[in-house]
């Protein structure tokens, strides 16, 4: 059984850091392309970054572009998702996510494995 566990989440200010966590276990990461979602309240969920299996290729949204990184350890089986100069627009709830196949997607649909999500909230 696949099991996604996030970590890191909390309260920030206005241009202040989150670093978010997502412990794997029951699949490789070096076999599973990763990615993590959010979902604001009254809104849809939305793709936030994702990585590619061999974590050669990565992929973002465009409102976070150049503040969110992921990265991947594959010794530890985590996923990681830095946040550097957060804005209250960020404030969501941030769910990891994994999938069978090597590639990173931005559809949520492709994604087999989900984490119970993780709340951040960044107050202006």
């Known amino acids: 059984q696949v099991q996604l566990v996030e970590s890191g989440g909390g309260l920030v200010q206005a241009g202040g850091s989150l670093r978010l966590s997502c412990a794997v276990s029951g699949r490789s990461l070096s076999n599973s392309g990763m990615g993590w979602f959010r979902q604001a309240p009254g809104k849809e969920r939305e793709f936030v970054a994702s990585?590619?299996?061999?974590?050669?290729?990565?992929d973002y949204s465009d409102s976070v572009k150049g503040r969110l990184t992921i990265s991947k350890d594959n010794a530890k089986n985590t996923v990681y998702l830095q946040m550097n100069s957060l804005k209250p627009e960020d404030t969501a709830l941030y769910y990891c996510?994994?999938?069978?196949?090597?590639?990173?997607?931005?559809?949520?649909?492709?994604?087999?494995?989900w984490g119970q999500g993780s709340q951040d909230t960044v107050s202006s």
């Open positions: 990585i590619t299996a061999n974590g050669y290729t990565t």
């Open positions: 996510a994994g999938m069978m196949l090597l590639s990173g997607s931005y559809t949520a649909s492709h994604y087999d494995y």
